[in-house]
């Protein structure tokens, strides 16, 4: 006999919906078990039960093992199992993996590099949900140009979609006339955050390609091609995202600054020589080669 569990992870786990969005669908009445409208928190048999959403049926499978994939997503694929506009979607490349998957958040299609897949559903919500903050970092070529403003905006925070984003880590990667290459590293999962961001700032994005995801690094994997996680990396991820909930209690309650001490304009810092560039915030040790590094700006000091 299968193990009964709660349809909203069910259906989660098999990567249907999402538990956020079966609530929904149940509260609407358009969930059904076995004929009859189905309620939150039920519990199924994922083998036996017939579950429809809008009348239509949905089947269940019951996973022999939980698989975490990496998968490095070229250009002009949909982050989709299906798509019904004939679209190639990332299911064409992950056919031969031993277990179904689904993907952890989403490239759109004009973007490429690391993307996740499991068939724990557990885990894949822990990634995503926004309280965890779990790193995501970008290569991203602008163009024409970027000037120290538009670089402390985008780490500051800028305005998509009514809201401002948290604040970005930018490092000038390499710049040559007509563009530019910037490493973005945020901590947020919005659609289109990144090309947003910059389209915010006046940027045009030429191409984006998404390098890590907590410390897990898309490495030499070729476009296309996807292998396993390692159990080290799967609690490396995990390790991280605790890391930053620790750092940031949900609850805490904030702490005043302590008031700085004055400052003689007469002797300030100078900025480092015009061959490096300006440093703002925290200097980044491990990309001093040719690299600028811009990180959101102190509350006590003028950038």
């Known amino acids: 006999m299968a193990k009964e569990t709660r349809i909203q992870k069910a259906l989660s786990e098999n990567g249907i919906i999402s538990r956020r969005k079966a609530e929904e669908l149940i509260q609407q009445g358009k969930i059904q078990v076995n004929g009859h409208p189905a309620v939150l928190g039920q519990k199924i048999d994922p083998v036996k039960d017939a579950i429809t959403i809008s009348g239509e049926r949905v089947y269940l499978e019951r996973s022999t093992r939980k698989i975490y ?57 822990f990634i995503m949900h926004p309280s965890h903050h779990v790193s995501k970092t970008y290569r991203v070529t602008v163009r024409p140009s970027v000037s120290d403003e538009q ?74 091609e996807w292998r396993e996680l390692k159990p080290r990396e799967v609690g490396m991820i995990r390790n991280s995202a605790k890391i930053t909930v620790q750092e940031k209690p949900a609850g805490a309650k904030k702490q005043k600054p302590a008031r700085p001490e004055p400052v003689n304009k007469s002797r300030k810092r100078p900025f480092p020589d015009k061959k490096m560039g300006k440093s703002f915030g925290q200097p980044n040790n491990k990309n001093t080669r040719a690299a600028r590094s811009y990180s959101s700006p102190s509350k006590n000091r003028k950038g």
């Open 69 to 125: 994939v990496m998968l490095n997503k070229p250009r002009g694929y949909v982050t989709t199992m299906s798509d019904e506009l004939g679209r190639r979607c990332i299911k064409e490349l992950i056919d031969d993996v031993p277990e179904r998957v689904y993907p952890i958040g989403r490239l759109d299609k004009d973007s490429e590099g690391l993307l996740l897949l499991t068939n724990d559903g557990e885990f894949a919500n």
């Open 151 to 224: 670089l402390i905006q985008l780490s500051s925070g800028v305005e998509i979609d009514g809201r401002m984003t948290a604040p970005a880590v930018i490092h000038v990667l390499e710049k040559q006339p007509g563009r530019v290459v910037l490493q973005m590293v945020i901590h947020e999962g919005r659609n289109r955050q990144i090309r947003k961001m910059c389209e915010a700032v006046g940027l045009e994005v030429a191409r984006l390609k998404r390098t890590s995801v907590g410390p897990v690094k898309l490495g030499m994997l070729q476009p296309g």
